[in-house]
DNA sequence: CCGTATCTGACTTTCTTTGACCTACAGAGT
DNA sequence: ACTCTGTAGGTCAAAGAAAGTCAGATACGG
């Protein structure tokens, strides 16, 4: 098991008990997980970042915490923000499987509903020889347009 | 007995006793056969392929891994006759959809999942200056993928 | 002997973990 | 107020851990 699981996992399980917000001491956690501070960090930025639909501020100094703030927004309006800001006109593989598996543990779509469109853009979907640049643009367009049918969905 | 498939045979051994699903590491399997270890992956894509009725998903990393799924015998008859038979290198919009307003008719695929499915090959999706006849080849091989991943959770 | 299948090794890419150094804040002492 | 000092978090680059890729060597069936 990875340390960076791990501290995620206990991460999400202090934000389940309770409320959308948890406050916690960097060092203390480090010293718990017996890994650098800077660990921490890591963690929160490659699973706790706004794209994963988490807010986090700190202080520094005497008395000094992280606090993460799970975000709540709608199913609808995350789908919009993505279709609208932030995908652009290309997306390579690695960025649509990194944005649909946070719209599953975001709970926006199914786990089957994911798996589908993983599926749908992955390489070997999509393996016929076209450039890649033209591929990432597909991918785009691909992605807005499973999304926006998600969000028609999601209106009923 | 050649040692490519002396592993597809420990793979299947491994997947045969219960569940579709194995996670193995890729040096750990290397290491036991005493060879290099990109021969695995010489034996996944020659014998694990998604022809062959397998997914296989992988990541680097400490902590990585890769996981390998069956898909045959597990699948419905009918995708998996769709995937091998019926649907050949290429593949039209209006074929695209008739397919799956027919799978979504049998019941073979929900309602959600068959828009997901339209949303993807329909035209404004792949709307980038790319000959018809690659697109209708990205259709195929995208219907396929999708197909094969629905047939991998209906175990049924 | 030829074409295909198998194997290997060098190099690449991705993800994780650590450590050294940097910055910000609070409170004590002047 | 002003500085000094200890506490706490931030940054970044480098090391480490796995898996991926691909060209070329080798082996094998016909």
Redesign the interface.
């Known amino acids: ?2 340390l960076s ?1 791990s501290i995620e996992q206990f991460i999400k399980d202090l934000l389940k008990e309770e409320s959308t917000e948890v406050e916690l001491k960097r060092n203390e956690l480090a010293e718990y997980f017996g890994c650098a501070p800077s660990q921490i960090n890591y963690v929160l930025a490659t699973r706790f970042s706004p794209d994963h639909g988490y807010l986090t501020e700190s202080r520094r100094g005497g008395g000094g915490y992280i606090r993460i703030v799970r975000v709540v927004r709608s199913g609808s309006q995350r789908l919009m923000y993505l279709v609208n800001d932030r995908i652009g006109d290309s997306l390579s593989e690695e960025e649509c499987l990194r944005l649909v598996s946070q719209l599953k543990d975001q709970q926006i779509v199914t786990a ?2 994911a ?8 390489a ?7 450039p890649d640049a ?1 591929k990432d ?2 991918r785009a ?2 992605m ?3 999304l ?3 969000a028609a ?1 999601n209106r009923a």
């Not at 798996?115 to 992955?122: F, G, I, N, Q």
């Open positions: 098991m990875r699981d089957d509903e798996a589908l469109m993983d599926a749908s853009v992955s070997r979907a999509l393996g016929v020889p076209v033209l643009a597909m367009k691909m807005k347009s499973m926006m049918t998600i969905r």
